[in-house]
């Protein structure tokens, strides 16, 4: 079978739903595969696995490859609705891993989602919205929630078993409450560097004057070019990677619609009780009013940077809303700063060129990527017909912040903004 080829991986999906291209056998055993393909067919999951190799020259290979291989399914005329897991990138196994792993190797997975995934599902809300829930589940949900990840077979087996109980809520829990674990633990680690945050909006990061200018010059990504990258069997012509960028667009202003929905569904549900901390309190309907602004259920079209805006803002009322509930001081957690969508920026690199530097949080994902010399998943969007990362587009206040990742008052930034 031909490598990368969307048609003949569509193909064989409609005998298993688990893919496994040459080489990658050793992720995931004959036996694993036959249980896992086996819950899957027997509780009707649409639950697909595409396991490839990934090219070692590009780091978003595996969202490409699903986006492509659902289009070759829809062209066949069957059913492509469900949840896609592939492969991002590879990499060496740390001593303490911190994406699903298996013996010798650490895998990033990449998540695509159209339409129900389970009949079981199909009533509850939230249930066309699984990517970042079974992303952070399969990173963080390891032992209930203890902020590790799950071994490659037995986390993807977990992830079926769940959602053949209907089991959405514990994905979701799991996954959210091992991030939050997983910030606390670094939060900890590093309270004693300098410029590390205390309580209040969150950690307290310089923003250097050129910064943008900076990064633009250093960033080697051009999404154009990641997305052409190294592949044998074929290349993206332009009218499919604007196909796969409006694709794209579209998602993340219905996740951020999503996104808000569910942080107003969640603030309506609770109660403030007598011990909870009110200044919390009303932070998550501050985050939760500004989130909805930035992607207004009028019908109009949001920028897709306010619903990156939007997706993070949300994600800041629900980390409000659990330290109310929790009745716990609220630190936020730093996004990445090349990929808010990445989640939390938990390393330090530092950029430079001439007489530019700038130290700005990464993920882990994207520190390794630049320590290996790899051109990282940057945020990007389509200016005037072609890519460009969000920070050289000059859009406030997410070029000049990261997102928050550079300073932390988005609420004041974008209230200022009108």
Not at 185 to 213: C, K
Not at 294 to 305: H, K, M, R
Not at 396 to 409: I, K, R, V
Request: hydrophobic share 40%; proline share 6%.
């Amino acid at each position: 079978m031909a490598e990368d080829d969307p048609a003949e991986i569509a193909a064989a999906l409609e005998t298993s739903p688990v893919y496994r291209a040459p080489g990658t056998e050793a992720w995931l055993s004959d036996a694993a595969a036959a249980d896992l393909a086996a819950t899957i067919t027997e509780n009707d999951l649409g639950l697909f696995v595409v396991l490839e190799v990934p090219p070692a020259s590009t780091s978003n290979h595996g969202a490409d490859l699903l986006t492509l291989v659902k289009q070759a399914r829809d062209r066949a005329g069957v059913d492509s609705a469900g949840l896609y897991v592939g492969v991002d990138y590879v990499g060496p196994r740390d001593e303490d891993p911190h994406d699903p792993y298996t013996e010798t190797a650490e895998l990033r997975l990449a998540f695509q989602q159209w339409g129900d995934v389970s009949p079981q599902l199909s009533s509850e809300y939230g249930a066309d919205d699984l990517e970042f829930p079974a992303e952070l589940f399969l990173s963080y949900g390891h032992g209930g929630g203890d902020g590790t990840p799950f071994e490659l077979a037995a986390g993807l087996q977990e992830l079926a078993d769940r959602l053949a109980e209907g089991d959405a809520a514990t994905i979701r829990d799991d996954g959210s409450d091992g991030l939050n674990r997983a910030n606390e633990t670094n939060a900890s680690s590093t309270s004693s560097a300098p410029g590390a945050a205390g309580e209040g909006d969150g950690p307290s990061l310089p923003l250097v004057g050129g910064v943008v200018a900076a990064l633009v010059v250093v960033a080697v990504v051009v999404a154009a070019s990641r997305r052409r990258g190294s592949r044998r069997t074929f290349a993206l012509p332009d009218s499919v990677l604007s196909r796969v960028r409006e694709a794209e667009a579209d998602e993340l202003r219905r996740r951020a619609r999503s996104a808000v929905v569910v942080l107003g569904e969640r603030i309506d549900g609770a109660k403030l009780g007598p011990r909870d901390d009110a200044e919390t309190w009303q932070s998550a309907l501050d985050h939760y009013e500004a989130a909805g602004r930035l992607v207004p259920d009028d019908g109009s079209e949001p920028d897709v940077l306010d619903a990156v805006g939007a997706i993070v803002l949300a994600d800041r009322g629900e980390q409000a809303l659990a330290a109310t509930r929790r009745r716990k001081g609220l630190v936020f957690t730093t996004p990445c700063f090349l990929n808010p969508l990445h989640g939390t920026g938990r390393r330090q690199d530092t950029v430079t060129h001439g007489r530019f530097r700038v130290d700005a949080p990464v993920c882990d994902r994207c520190h390794a990527d630049l320590k290996a010399g790899r051109r990282p998943d940057i945020l990007d969007v389509v200016e005037h017909g072609r890519a460009e990362h969000y920070f050289e587009t000059n859009r406030e206040p997410w070029a000049s912040t990261g997102y928050g990742a550079l300073q932390p008052d988005l609420l004041t930034l974008i209230r200022s903004r009108g």
